[in-house]
């Protein structure tokens, strides 16, 4: 966007009445929004190797690498329950990790059909 159309936009809504500059705003945000997800789908996952004996929070790391266009906060409770079962209750990384290599390739697959 040049620098006029910048300043256009600005006069546009600060002539407006509030209601309507919010309206204004709300839109922008909307087409901000559908503009990240429409970006987000388009990307396919990263190769990114497992290293062999990778620890489970690292596991997590290589995965959200992996997966950029997966929104983090989303898997944040499941990524939590897997490391509390690694780390509260003693499961094997391996097993753990595996779940999460899974895990992260459901939502990846979800998000493709447009159910995320």
């Known amino acids: 966007m040049s620098d006029d159309q910048k300043k256009r936009l600005i006069e546009i809504w600060q002539s407006l009445p509030a209601q309507q500059a919010n309206q204004l705003l709300e839109f922008a945000e909307f087409l901000s929004q559908r503009h990240t997800v429409v970006a987000r789908?388009?990307?396919?996952?990263?190769?990114?190797?497992?290293?062999?004996?990778?620890?489970?929070?690292?596991?997590?790391?290589?995965?959200?690498?992996?997966?950029?266009?997966?929104?983090?906060?989303?898997?944040?409770?499941?990524?939590g329950k897997y490391m509390t079962q690694h780390v509260m209750e003693g499961r094997p990384a391996k097993d753990v990790i595996d779940d999460l290599e899974i895990m992260f390739r459901k939502h990846y697959e979800k998000l493709l059909e447009g159910s995320l």
């Open 41 to 79: 789908e388009m990307a396919e996952p990263l190769d990114i190797p497992r290293p062999e004996n990778e620890s489970v929070p690292k596991a997590i790391k290589r995965l959200a690498e992996t997966y950029p266009m997966l929104n983090r906060k989303m898997l944040l409770d499941e990524t």
